[in-house]
């Protein structure tokens, strides 16, 4: 007898249930409470009469399970359910003889499927899947599986288990917060509490998108420590319950540190020098600060332009800078920073210019204004004739003809849209490829319910119509998505971000967190890889979609507090979040091809010219250079562009049949803070 204990690799709370209103227009998604699918591994379940193995391949995790060939070998699994429901139970098995393999399912201790005949699935290395339904209580539930000949189990990999719960109602929002005890790197933050029908299972604290904390579900304050002195923090709350439902977002308050008691500045960094000189790189190195305190972090820079901080303690004094572009110009200095923020006096600046570019697709020669006076401006796409684009913005809900000399004229506003004040509004637009005979164009904005595809008619000058092809994406103040792009397939995807939940974004039966594919009609595409919308799932809040001179789909995508992603997208494949932010080792889940910092990205849109990609930075306030190699899944060294120069970048659109770019700012957003009017387009040369 051998008896092993069971752990789960990764657990998962209830999805939200969204609800949905149809109309003959409208494709509407039915949605539960329904949680993204737990995995629990069959070697390290309690094992009876048998053995964990890895002599065949194919299996997930470290192994299988082969049960010896007699009746009343048994594996159980010990799983965790967040809320009683109806638990879906999918089993990963081979069965390498002719004969089937008949075991009793029971769930706790309640045989709910008997004799369940496991076929021949060829060979031992290949595996399918047995799936299930049964009711399962609240907290810990036994399922074991029971061999009931002596011929004994199937080789068992793992099961995957979900709940769908009852409870389908959510929390109500939170009331006002508020802050008290304010101090220089702390807060009390305050709130009403939210009801539910069940019970507050947590509250989630957000400053703007990222996520500072949560409490307990019958709290009504959170004592947030570590922030920075003199800082300004915009923050709302969430309630949820145990089944996963969200509330809606409570009320913001603004709350602001108080300025530090050190006013002491470090000394100006030492002696700063730079070797290691190539194309896209540069090594630095200087001599330490002094502080009355301690030096927490030294600002490479060039003017106000921070490239790089070097945090630790103490700091390292050697730098490599990277993601600078060839043959260009650089003027650099060191500023040492301490805890309350006080800055040095700059090193002495070095100078250099990095080494002729590679010709590996060309690199950014010229960058022009084409249209000044746009508040927000969000997508951009093209006209098939490519001599006009459409573009959008955000906050006024307004569709402008741009030539492609600049000139704008407004065609119109997309209708029922509503602004989320944070990230929502009207978002991605896209033209259909048979326009010149439908006259369709699309758009993905924001609503009073949620999130909404729809299509519109543009006849060149002005848009009418208004239908709505796909609506029940949730939406919250920030984690919207919103690219839309016609794939080479003819079809339309759709990225939409977890809308501040993070846990929609592993369900696989939420719109929410994921790249949609879907007809021009608003139906599922054919051959999408889970009957209903969804391409691929796993995203937090992806907003930049393109396809490569191979038909493939890249996406750029941000990430919390870690790491921003670029991914090369195959239907059905997990990209992680919230499990991974940036790259993992969790089986099931695919890496990114590329990450970045967020204080050096946070990445909107993407565009490919010469089987480069270009990615435009917010946060990060630069144009990144991805190169891909050849035809191959691998990408070459970013490189980065017009650092600081033209603040939040946001839209970067290919212009048809020239190696140009369309460049679009942000700078009116609640992050940038300029005023309306300020944003601008450019056109970027390539050569």
Known sequence: MKVRTLTALRSRSAALAVVLLCTALVQAVPQSASAAATRYEAESATIVKGAAESNHSGYSGTGFVNGDNVTGSYVEFTVTAASAGTGQIAIRYSNGTEATRPADIAVGGTVVSAARAFKATTDWNTWATSTLTAP?????????????????????????????????????????????????????????????????????????????????????????????????????????????????????????????SDTTAPSAPGTLSASGLTANSVVLDWGASTDDKAVTAYEVRSGSTVYKTVTGTPPATTATLTGLACASPYSLDIVAKDAAGNASPPSNTVAFTTPACATDGGVPSGIATVSTGWSIPWGTYWMPDGKTALTTERDSFKVFKVTSGGTRTQVGTVPNAVTTDGEGGLLGVAV??????????????????????????????????????????????????????????????????????????????????????????????????????????????????AFDRNGRLWEAEFGDSKKDELNLIKPGKNYGWPVCEGACSTTGMTDPKKTWTVSEASPSGIAIVRNVIYMAALKGERLWRVPISGDTENLGTPTAYYVGTYGRLRTVTKVPGQDQLWLSTTNCDNKGNEPDGSDKLFRISIT
């Not at 794939?487 to 592993?506: H, I, K, N």
């Open 136 to 260: 399962v209580a609240a907290g810990s539930n036994k399922i074991r599986l029971t061999s009931t000949t002596a011929d004994g189990l199937p080789n068992l990999d793992y099961i995957d288990f979900t709940v769908t719960s009852s409870d389908t109602e959510a929390p109500t929002a939170p009331g006002q917060p508020s802050c008290s005890a304010i101090t220089e790197d702390g807060l009390t933050l305050n709130w009403g509490a939210a009801t539910d029908d069940v019970g507050v299972a947590a509250y989630d604290i957000y400053e703007h998108g990222n996520k500072l904390a949560e409490a307990a579900g019958t709290a009504t304050a959170k004592n947030l420590t570590g922030l920075t002195p003199g800082t300004t923090y915009n923050i709302t709350v969430f309630a949820r319950d145990a089944a996963g439902n969200v509330s809606s977002v409570s009320p913001v308050v603004d709350c602001t540190t108080l300025r530090s």
């Open 432 to 545: 259909d490829p048979k326009w010149s005979t439908n006259h369709y164009v699309y758009f993905m904005h924001t609503a009073s319910e949620g999130n909404r595809v729809a299509r519109m008619t543009y006849d060149g000058s002005s848009l009418g119509g208004y239908t709505v092809l796909l609506q029940g994406i949730k939406k919250s103040r920030y984690h919207n998505g919103g690219r839309l792009a016609f794939g080479p397939d003819g079809y339309l995807y759709a990225s939409t971000g977890e809308a501040q939940t993070p846990d929609l974004a592993q369900d696989k039966n939420s719109l929410n967190g994921k790249i949609l594919r879907m007809t021009t009609d608003g139906k599922p595409a054919p051959g999408n890889p889970f009957g209903n919308y969804v391409y691929s799932y796993g995203h937090r809040n992806p907003q930049g979609l």
